[in-house]
T-cell receptor
Framework: KQEVTQIPAALSVPEGENLVLNCSFTDSAIYNLQWFRQDPGKGLTSLLLIQSSQREQTSGRLNASLDKSSGRSTLYIAASQPGDSATYLCAVSPNPFSSGSARQLTFGSGTQLTVLP | EAQVTQNPRYLITVTGKKLTVTCSQNMNHEYMSWYRQDPGLGLRQIYYSMNVEVTDKGDVPEGYKVSRKEKRNFPLILESPSPNQTSLYFC?????????????FGPGTRLLVL
């Protein structure tokens, strides 16, 4: 059964720092990997989606990489800002052409990021 | 605006009193699912639906029911809530296009069962 781990569970950094969040998964047979952001009292917002054939995706100050063979992904945030404070979740999905529960996302427990002004 | 909506957003109830959490999406997505989120456990899937009238169990279905009579709605029903169902619940929907599947999540429903 797929397991997703995120380290660290919490991270506090001063504004302006570059930082890296880590995600590891046990079964490399994934279809894609998504990074989500969760703000208190709000739902999940998809930040980046990396297909299994890709190595990285970029959106603004965010860069996500994927090393499928080693079961790892990183989310790099450049020049962090207080507005980046949130919980960041990674989730892996199996082949979406599979049926039923085989399509479900497996989530990590998240990294709670605090960017201090 | 494309979105997934859930109601209510917050709910306090007592053990055994039936409740329903509604979920609706306006994106014509076929796949919908319910997750619960608990500290240290991440999000776990409760039920999912591949399409109208097609539903099945996820990882933690005990104590929950769902129905999918219309494509846009996927309510979560707790027939006899218990304190261990106190949690944060998320509804999600997705659409498969060009091999890509991105899931859209609702804002969450925080449930407290006394």
């Amino acid at each position: 059964k797929q397991e997703v781990t995120q380290i660290p569970a919490a991270l506090s950094v001063p504004e302006g720092e570059n930082l890296v969040l880590n995600c590891s998964f046990t079964d490399s047979a994934i279809y894609n990997l998504q990074w989500f952001r969760q703000d208190p009292g709000k739902g999940l917002t998809s930040l980046l989606l990396i297909q299994s054939s890709q190595r990285e995706q970029t959106s603004g100050r965010l860069n996500a990489s994927l090393d499928k063979s080693s079961g790892r992904s990183t989310l790099y945030i450049a020049a962090s800002q207080p507005g980046d404070s949130a919980t960041y979740l990674c989730a892996v999905s199996p082949n979406p052409f599979s049926s039923g529960s085989a399509r479900q996302l497996t989530f990590g427990s998240g990294t709670q990021l605090t960017v201090l002004p | 605006e494309a979105q997934v909506t859930q109601n209510p957003r917050y709910l306090i109830t007592v053990t055994g009193k039936k409740l329903t959490v509604t979920c609706s999406q306006n994106m014509n997505h076929e796949y919908m699912s319910w997750y619960r989120q608990d500290p240290g456990l991440g999000l776990r899937q409760i039920y999912y639906s591949m399409n109208v009238e097609v539903t099945d169990k996820g990882d933690v279905p005990e104590g929950y029911k769902v129905s999918r009579k219309e494509k846009r709605n996927f309510p979560l029903i707790l027939e006899s809530p218990s304190p261990n169902q106190t949690s944060l619940y998320f509804c999600a929907s997705s659409y498969l296009a060009g091999g890509q599947e991105t899931q859209y999540f609702g804002p969450g429903t925080r449930l407290l069962v006394l």
